[in-house]
């Protein structure tokens, strides 16, 4: 690599802020951006859980390491994480998800809590960052949003189940997961406990339930061999 490419890409020294960091695509963002270098800052709620992670983050890295607890469903707490973290050369909001499931099983509370975290949490966060990104020409803001905000349309929500060849289940694979036009769910063979199935013939039963109130559903025998 050459010197201006080299200097390009060389993220050491450099200060991020990830939400939603204490398990999941939140840490394991922190875990690459540390290894480059990069000072991070960890905001989730689980205050013990991401303590634990940032600390033995920091200690695998040498990079400095903060950890702040905060609901950023909440707009108090937003203001809490802008203050401890006021200027970072990378935001990236990760933090929330919208619910799952149909228009009768969501309720308007579990609604709004989703919309405050995930909408208006990154919002917030960006609209307080910004401007110091913009005032330094410098910076990054990075929104993860997850597969559900790639391919919404076609409004399916998908329970998936496995059964052996008397009638009993054994591995609930999908459990009101958001479907898109096209797609799979693998399974490994394992049960719920992720034990290992006898070889032999299953079924696998998908229900197809759709916010316009109509359902679907497809019985699939396979059989399993090792």
Known sequence: MTAPLKGLFDLSGRTALVTGSSKGIGLAVAHWLAREGVHVGLVARSGERLEKEGAALGKATGVNVRTLAADLSDAAARERVVAAFPDVDILINNAGAIPRGSLDDVTPEAWRHGWDLKVFGYIDLTRYILPRMKARKSGVIINIIGMAGERPEPGYIANVTVFDANGNPVNYLARNALCG???????????????ALAKGHYIILTDLFHINGTTKRFRNAIGLFR
Request: aromatic share 20%; glycine share 14%.
């Open 181 to 195: 036009r096209e797609g799979f769910f693998r399974w490994d063979g394992m049960d719920d406990n992720h034990n």
